[in-house]
């Protein structure tokens, strides 16, 4: 499964972005799907998963809220629609994909998308 995400850009605190996973494969829909972020210098974080079917969704507590993690296996592509963005979103953000359950850890994922660099200025 190869994945492509994009969709990040510059965004003032309190703006939305959406971000959105491409995968290759197909049926897509056989692929749990979370989004990861990267801040300078720190470790990867968990930010939203999704089940492969789209029905269960599960959010780190720092988006929750505000984040939304959708899917349409039709067009093979996971979006992560952002709002009331702050200034400590800023990251890199990461697709991944893994056969089965979602999970929260990055460990357990197989197939990663570059990053998608997402700046929020305060």
């Known amino acids: 499964v190869q994945l492509q995400a994009f969709g990040g850009g510059l965004v003032q605190a309190g703006g939305s972005l959406r971000l959105s996973c491409a995968a290759s494969s197909r049926p897509f829909s056989v692929y749990a799907t979370a989004w990861f972020r990267q801040a300078s210098g720190q470790e990867r974080e968990f930010v939203a998963a999704?089940?492969?079917?789209?029905?269960?969704?599960y959010y780190a507590d720092s988006v929750k809220d505000r984040f939304t993690i959708s899917r349409d296996n039709a067009e093979n592509t996971v979006y992560l629609q952002m709002n009331s963005l702050k200034a400590e979103d800023t990251a890199a953000y990461y697709c991944?994909?893994?056969?089965?359950?979602?999970?929260?850890?990055?460990?357990?994922?197989?197939?990663w998308g570059q990053g998608t660099q997402v700046t929020v200025s305060s």
């Open positions: 991944a994909a893994k056969p089965g359950y979602y999970a929260n850890n990055y460990q357990s994922y197989d197939y």
């Open positions: 999704i089940s492969w079917g789209g029905g269960s969704t």
